[in-house]
């Protein structure tokens, strides 16, 4: 942490250049108009890269924006990881600048961004073998035209975050307009129940997290039934377990959501090995 609790800088390339500005008009800024992905990287590698590298490009196509090469990328991603060992990189992909109106520019010039940024201090909720969590206030909109996708407008995890200062709670879980859960402001969610792995259909909110992925993947290789359902807080009170994933963290445990006490214990301990292993292996033709 620098200097009153603050964050030191990211190192930043804009566009392939070392810069911390963009144009006024970027539509990322006025509208929310790009993508984003947030990548660990240990020994100067980046971790799950194509899973992130595909995401990115699934939305661009879905958002109409040109993505750029894989080659570019790759290239200002080793440019800005050169020499560093473990950290996160924050790459975002904007429509770029547009004159004003909703309407984009028939031909959008994107705008990249690269943030590099040393791995924090763990918060102690997040150091804890079992974290606890809150049910937030905030409700989701739906909208399965960007279900998925990890965009821009963050504005709802932004309210739902102000919820809670307390450093002992790790994580807050959103629900949508109908009381369904989505998963957290920045994790998706996992129950368990007899040995069963339920995790909230994303087809009208929510992200489809790369960890997410992976825990599908890992969990049908071992043979685990496994559901994508629609749940709602009341199934955390049925639930043996439960735990959440990023790409930061891996899989998490939950111990405690509000004053309901749940067994770590209960989580696949031979899954979340697996999984933890495949996300954090750097990339290895890099």
């Not at 790009?34 to 980046?46: H, S, V």
């Not at 661009?60 to 990189?89: F, M, N």
């Not at 905030?138 to 450093?167: F, I, Y």
Request: aromatic share 4%; net charge neutral; hydrophobic share 40%.
């Amino acid at each position: 942490m620098g200097v009153h609790g603050r964050s030191e800088p990211p190192e930043v390339l804009v566009d392939g250049r070392p810069d911390r500005s963009i144009g006024v008009e970027d539509r990322g800024l006025h509208y929310g108009d790009g993508l984003f992905e947030t990548i660990a990287f240990r020994g100067g590698r980046p971790c799950l890269w194509q899973a992130h590298l595909d995401r990115l490009r699934a939305g661009a196509v879905r958002l109409g924006i040109p993505p750029p090469s894989d080659c570019l990328l790759r290239e200002e991603v080793r440019r800005l990881l050169e020499g560093q060992d473990a950290g996160t990189l924050k790459l975002m992909l904007t429509r770029g600048i547009g004159p004003r109106g909703y309407r984009p520019p028939a031909l959008a010039q994107p705008t990249r961004i690269l943030l590099r940024y040393p791995i924090a201090p763990p918060t102690r909720g997040w150091s804890e073998p079992a974290v606890a969590v809150t049910l937030c206030r905030v409700r989701m909109g739906a909208n399965p035209a960007l279900a998925g996708l990890k965009h821009l407008n963050r504005l709802e995890q932004v309210m739902a975050r102000s919820e809670w200062d307390d450093p002992a709670i790790a994580e807050g879980l959103l629900c949508d307009a109908r009381g369904r859960l989505v998963g957290g402001t920045m994790t998706n969610l996992f129950l368990v129940r007899d040995g069963r792995l339920r995790t909230p259909r994303l087809d009208e909110a929510g992200v489809a997290g790369t960890v997410r992925a992976r825990v599908l993947h890992h969990a049908r290789a071992l043979g685990m039934a496994l559901y994508e359902e629609h749940l709602y807080p009341r199934d955390l009170e049925h639930a043996d377990g439960a735990f959440l994933t990023n790409a930061l963290i891996g899989c998490q445990p939950i111990g405690r959501v509000d004053g309901l006490a749940l067994d770590a214990g209960a989580v696949p301990s031979d899954l979340l090995a697996c999984v933890q292993r495949d996300v954090f292996e750097p990339e290895p033709d890099w």
